[in-house]
């Protein structure tokens, strides 16, 4: 059974930081590039970052500058893709959800996870 299992979120003051981790299963993440979505009150989901299993990378609008995406790599991969988060703000303020992601079809590939909840105060 595929998992996705965020962690790494919490309540952080405007302008601090915050590293984001999402473990996957071998295969899945093996074989898929992985993106970063969050989804914040009221709104729809929406892809912050994704990278490839080549360790291409691709970020919203929103997010170029602040966050960085990275992924384990090598023989002892914990299968673990990051969000480094810096100069956070109040609209970073979501739900933040990690899924293998299809960059052509520009779709998620997978069952959602619970993810980690983001919050910046002002």
């Known amino acids: 059974q595929v998992q996705l299992v965020e962690s790494g979120g919490g309540l952080v003051q405007a302008g601090g930081s915050l590293r984001l981790s999402c473990a996957a299963s071998?295969?899945?993440?093996?074989?898929?590039?992985m993106g970063w979505y969050r989804q914040a009150p009221g709104k729809q989901r929406e892809l912050v970052a994704y990278i490839t299993n080549a360790g291409d990378t691709n970020y919203a609008d929103s997010a170029k500058g602040r966050f960085t995406i990275s992924r384990d790599t090598g023989d002892n991969t914990k299968n673990t893709v990051y969000l480094q988060m810096t100069s956070l703000k109040p609209e970073d303020t979501a739900v933040y959800y990690c899924?293998?992601?299809?960059?052509?079809?520009?779709?998620?590939?997978?069952?959602w996870g619970q993810g980690t909840q983001v919050t910046v105060s002002s």
């Open positions: 071998g295969s899945i993440f093996r074989l898929n590039a």
């Open positions: 899924n293998a992601y299809n960059p052509l079809l520009r779709i998620a590939l997978l069952r």
